[in-house]
C-alpha cells in the first residue's frame, strides 16, 4: 500500500533524495573533471567548472615511451604494469577461489559432514581476519620459500579475502534452489557427480556470476597485501600511491589514474546491481 | 518357492549393502569436495598464531638470532605514550565513524524507503561510495580536501567559511578522517536498514496509524525497535572493520600529521615495514585484534539483548 503525500511533501523528499545523491556522486563527477583538466586549470582559485577538456593526463599515465614530452617534465609512469597485474591476480584470485570454493559451499548446503556448522563458522570468521597480523609473517615466509612478488604467491593470499566470501554467497545462493528438483533426479538414477554437474550448476549459474562480480571487486579493492608482498607484481592500489609522491602538481595525473581504478567498478554496478547489494551486505542481511 | 525366498533373503542384505557403500562414498565425495577450501584457509590460520608467536619474540628484519622475549615486547609498548595515543586514535575513529554512519545511514535508509521518484531512480547511486576502492577513495578526497586550492575548501568559501586545514593539520586531521569513512560507508548502513524497513509488517504500521498514532511516534515505538537489530548488525560489521581500517588512513595521512591519527594498524605496518621490527609490529597488531574481539563481542550481546525484547 503507498500511502497519498500532499504534492509539496512530495517535493521536499524529492529534493532531499537529489542532495543526497549529489553528495555521494559529486566526488566521483569532481575527480573526472580534475583528470581532464591541464596543470595549470588545476592549480587556479576559484576552481574551474567549464574548460577544455584534454586527455594528456592518461597520455602521461600509459605513455612509457614519451615519458618526458609534458608539460610534467621528465616523469616516468608506467600505469600498465600495475593495471595489468591487477587484472591477472583478481581474475585468478576469482577462478581459484570459485575452483575450491563453490565445491565446500555446495557440500555445506546440502551434505551432512560432521562439524559441519563449526567449519561454516570458522570460514565466516576470515571475513574480519586482522589482516596485517597475517601479513607480518607471511613476509618472512614469502621471502624465504620464493613467493615474494609473484603472481602465484599473491593470489593465494588474496584467497584469504575472496575464499570465505565465495563459500557462503554459494552456500546461500545453493539454499535457494529447491531440493526436490535434485531429489527427483537422484531418483531417477542420475549419479550424484552428475546431478550436480547437469541440474544444481545451470541453475547456480547467475548466482555464481554475481558472486564472481562481487569477489573480483573485493580483489581489485585491495590495497595492504599488494603493499607488503609484492614489488613489480603490485596492484593498481599500490601503484596510486606513488603518483602522490612527487607533490601537489601531480594532482591531474593521480586524478586520471583515480578514474582508470574507478571504472571497472562502476561498470559492475551496471552489470550487476542486485548481486553486489547483496554481496556487499551479505552476513548482515540475508 | 525356495529358490524365490532365499533370492529375496539374498537380495535385502545386498540392497542394505549397496546403500551403505554409497552412502559413505557420497560422504567422501563431500570431504574431498570441501577439504581444499579447509586446507587453505588453516594456512592462514596457522600464519595468524604464528604472528602472534612472533609478538612473543624480539624479531627484527636480518637478525640471524631471534630470542623468546615473552611479554617484553607488550611490557615495552605499553610505556609508552605513542602506544596509548595509537589506542586511543583507534577507538575514537571507529567509534566517531561507526556512530555518524549508524544515524545518517537510517535517515538515508528513511529517505530512500519513502519511494519517491527520485530516490527509484538514484538507488544505484547508494552503492557507489562501497564499489570504489578505498585507496582510490582516500587519494580522491586527498586531492579535494588540498587546504591551497581543494574544492572542499572552494565550497566552504561559498557558505562564507574561512580555510580549513583538512588533514594537514593534527588538530582536524582526526575529524577528516572520519568525514571521509562517513561518506565511504554511511550507504553500508543505509542499504542494511533499508533491508530492514521492508522486513516491516504493512499492517502494523497501518494499525497504529489507525489507533491514532503520528507519523513521528509510529517511528519510534514501533519502527525504531523492529530494525535496532540491523542497525546492531551493521554497526557490528563496520565496527570490526573500521578498528581494522587501514587503506584511508594509510591513503591520506599516513598517521600524520604528527601523530595525530596514527592508529593501530598504521603504527603496525610502520614498526614491522619501515622500523623492520616484526616482533614490535606484530604485538601493535595483536592488540589490535585484541580490541577488535572485545567490541565485536560487546556489540553481539547488545544485538542478542535488543533482539530478545523484540522478540
Known amino acids: ?286 | 518357492m525356495t529358490l524365490q525366498s532365499s533370492t529375496s533373503q539374498l537380495a535385502s542384505p545386498k540392497d542394505k549393502a549397496v546403500t551403505s557403500a554409497q552412502d559413505s562414498r557420497l560422504d567422501w565425495w563431500s570431504i574431498a569436495a570441501i577439504t581444499p577450501a579447509i586446507i587453505v584457509l588453516l594456512g592462514f590460520l596457522f600464519l595468524f598464531f604464528y604472528g602472534v608467536f612472533q609478538s612473543l619474540t624480539d624479531l627484527k628484519f636480518g637478525r640471524p638470532l631471534v630470542h623468546f622475549i615473552g611479554l617484553n615486547n607488550y611490557a615495552a609498548l605499553i610505556k609508552t605514550g605513542d602506544f596509548w595515543n595509537s589506542v586511543r586514535a583507534t577507538l575514537v575513529y571507529a567509534g566517531s565513524a561507526v556512530l555518524a554512519q549508524a544515524v545518517l545511514g537510517l535517515a538515508l535508509a528513511k529517505l530512500f524507503a519513502t519511494d519517491v521518484f527520485l530516490a527509484r531512480v538514484m538507488r544505484p547511486v547508494i552503492l557507489l561510495p562501497l564499489v570504489l576502492p578505498p585507496m582510490s577513495v582516500a587519494l580522491m578526497w586527498t586531492t579535494m580536501m588540498d587546504p591551497q586550492n581543494g574544492i572542499m575548501n572552494y565550497l566552504l568559501s561559498l557558505a562564507g567559511i574561512s580555510r580549513f586545514a583538512w588533514i594537514s593539520d593534527p588538530n582536524t586531521a582526526m575529524f577528516s578522517l572520519v568525514l571521509i569513512d562517513v561518506w565511504t560507508y554511511t550507504p553500508f548502513f543505509a542499504l542494511i536498514i533499508f533491508a530492514g524497513l521492508q522486513g516491516i509488517n504493512e499492517e502494523i504500521k497501518e494499525a497504529a496509524r489507525v489507533n491514532g498514532a503520528k507519523g513521528w511516534a509510529t517511528f519510534l515505538h514501533i519502527e525504531l525497535p523492529l530494525i535496532t537489530p540491523y542497525i546492531l548488525i551493521a554497526a557490528v560489521f563496520r565496527l570490526i572493520e573500521s578498528l581494522n581500517q587501514f587503506d584511508i588512513i594509510f591513503g591520506t595521512t599516513q598517521g600524520g600529521p604528527g601523530n595525530s591519527t596514527s592508529v593501530l594498524s598504521v603504527r603496525a605496518y610502520i614498526t614491522a615495514f619501515q622500523n623492520l621490527a616484526f616482533g614490535r609490529g606484530a604485538a601493535l597488531m595483536v592488540v589490535n585484534w585484541m580490541i577488535v574481539l572485545i567490541g565485536t563481542f560487546a556489540m553481539v550481546k547488545l544485538w542478542r539483548l535488543v533482539r530478545q525484547r523484540v522478540g
Open chain 1, 1 to 286: 500500500m503507498r500511502l497519498k503525500r500532499p504534492t509539496s511533501t512530495n517535493l521536499i523528499l524529492n529534493l532531499l533524495v537529489g542532495i543526497c545523491a549529489l553528495i555521494l556522486a559529486f566526488p566521483l563527477v569532481w575527480i573526472v573533471m580534475t583528470s581532464l583538466k591541464q596543470q595549470a586549470e588545476v592549480m587556479t582559485w576559484p576552481p574551474t567548472f567549464l574548460f577544455v577538456p584534454t586527455l594528456d593526463n592518461f597520455r602521461v599515465l600509459f605513455d612509457v615511451a614519451q615519458a618526458g614530452a609534458t608539460s610534467y617534465g621528465t616523469i616516468k609512469v608506467d600505469f600498465l604494469t600495475p593495471i595489468t597485474n591487477s587484472v591477472v591476480i583478481a581474475l585468478g584470485s576469482v577462478i581459484i577461489s570459485l575452483l575450491i570454493g563453490v565445491p565446500a559451499g555446495y557440500v555445506l548446503a546440502r551434505r551432512d559432514i560432521p562439524l559441519k556448522e563449526d567449519i561454516a563458522f570458522f570460514i565466516l570468521g576470515f571475513r574480519f581476519a586482522p589482516v596485517l597480523l597475517v601479513v607480518i609473517p607471511l613476509f618472512s615466509v614469502f621471502q624465504a620459500i620464493g613467493l615474494y612478488d609473484t603472481y602465484i604467491g599473491m593470489i593465494w593470499v588474496y584467497q584469504v579475502v575472496t575464499l570465505p566470501m565465495i563459500v557462503w554467497l554459494s552456500r546461500s545462493y545453493i539454499e535457494e534452489i529447491p531440493k526436490d528438483i535434485e531429489e527427483a533426479a537422484a531418483m531417477d538414477g542420475a549419479k550424484p557427480v552428475r546431478v550436480v554437474l547437469h541440474i544444481v550448476l545451470p541453475l547456480l549459474k547467475p548466482g555464481l556470476i554475481g558472486a564472481s562480480l562481487l569477489i573480483f571487486l573485493l580483489a581489485w579493492h585491495n590495497f595492504a597485501l599488494g603493499l607488503i608482498l609484492s614489488s613489480t607484481k603490485a596492484p593498481v592500489t599500490v601503484a596510486l600511491l606513488k603518483l602522490l609522491n612527487p607533490g601537489v602538481q601531480f594532482y591531474p595525473v593521480m586524478a586520471a589514474g583515480l578514474v582508470v581504478t574507478m571504472v571497472i567498478p562502476v561498470i559492475l554496478i551496471v552489470i550487476g546491481q542486485r548481486h553486489l547489494e547483496r554481496g556487499l551486505t551479505f552476513g548482515a542481511v540475508k
